[in-house]
């Protein structure tokens, strides 16, 4: 699913990191940890999941100490100019490729008992922190779960969301996130244009 860049940079210019929510003419409102796991379907329960990063280290020495494996710079048959690993984020194409095959008999309990953990809860407090410093005059990129960002966008603002080209389609079981799976059209809103969205925002109202 593509990220629709003109609408995470509205959103960006509403964030306050004073309060970690948007601010919009009727008022805040903010991603929550429900819907992480009923958009996105990632579980929110279970164990913290902390990692302190070395200020002397680099995101390849964790990559090869957590994962075992240290990215390559760029994927086997792409030439695009990006690599695998581009500063905190992996490409999940590496990770699927890497990871497919079953686990070892002699696999550590981390690497088993992954579903422990709540994933939910480490990778939003990531997009809040990334919302925060993608606020700033100086910064001109951003990091995160950006994909929970537009798609929070879409459930909330049905004026916003595309409309699918075959609504009544029955979507395959999973989470919120499989509605907007497949081929979309959009009639009332121009997607991908930045002016367009300021000006719905700008208009919203509480009904």
């Not at 579980?43 to 995101?59: A, R």
Request: with cysteine; net charge positive; glycine share 6%.
């Amino acid at each position: 699913m593509d990220i629709d860049h003109a609408l995470i940079i509205a959103l960006v210019e509403r964030w306050r990191p004073e309060t970690h929510s948007f601010h919009l003419p009727h008022g805040e409102m903010t991603i929550t940890l429900q819907d992480m796991e009923v958009i996105m379907g990632v579980p929110v329960d279970g164990l913290p999941l902390v990692e302190c990063i070395p200020s002397t280290g680099s995101w390849r020495d964790v990559c090869r100490r957590l994962l075992g494996h240290i990215p390559p710079d760029r994927e086997l048959g792409h030439n695009k100019n990006t690599g695998v690993l581009e500063g905190a984020s992996i490409k999940a194409k590496w990770l699927g490729d890497r990871f497919s095959n079953p686990l070892p008999v002699d696999a550590p309990e981390a690497l088993v008992n992954g579903k422990k953990y709540s994933w939910g809860s480490a990778a939003l407090s990531w997009l809040y922190r990334h919302l925060c410093k993608a606020s700033e005059k100086t910064t001109k990129q951003i990091d995160g779960a950006l994909l929970l960002v537009q798609l929070w966008v879409w459930a909330r603002f049905p004026h916003i969301c595309p409309v699918m080209r075959h609504p009544h389609q029955a979507l395959p079981p999973g989470p919120l996130a499989v509605r907007w799976k497949g081929a979309k059209i959009t009639t009332e809103h121009s997607m991908h244009v930045l002016r367009a969205y300021r000006v719905s925002l700008t208009s919203l109202r509480p009904n």
